[in-house]
């Protein structure tokens, strides 16, 4: 399995940027894919990206405005957040989704506020 920890997160204003991070520790090559979730006040949750070797899969509201990337060593996902609005404001969660057959099952971490104020 893998161990999940995001930064990054806070307050912002609307038009702002934000840089979430989420690095995982544990067995790394059994890692299929990474990205991130959000969860807005009152709503389920929600995919926001993902990344794998196939490439990048952004949602609706994502598309353009955010960006997710991985680091060489394939243990870091990052979530560039450009042009924030009010409406992004959510706990954002990293996810981890596992190679088939490794006896294991989609890891979570455990969110990183933000806020983005009008």
């Known amino acids: 399995q893998v161990h999940l920890v995001e930064s990054g997160g806070g307050l912002v204003h609307t038009g702002g940027s934000l840089r979430l991070s989420c690095t995982a520790s544990?067995?790394?090559?059994?890692?299929?894919?990474m990205g991130w979730y959000r969860q807005c006040p009152g709503k389920e949750r929600e995919r926001v990206a993902v990344?794998?070797?196939?490439?990048?899969i952004y949602e609706g509201f994502a598309q353009g405005r955010f960006t997710v990337s991985r680091n060489g060593a394939g243990n870091t996902v990052y979530l560039q957040m450009n042009n924030l609005k009010p409406e992004d404001t959510a706990v954002y969660y990293c996810?981890?989704?596992?190679?088939?057959?490794?006896?294991?099952?989609?890891?979570w971490g455990r969110g990183t506020q933000v806020t983005v104020s009008s």
């Open positions: 996810f981890v989704a596992p190679r088939l057959g490794v006896g294991w099952g989609d890891q």
């Open positions: 990344i794998s070797s196939g490439g990048t």
């Open positions: 544990g067995s790394i090559p059994s890692i299929l894919a």
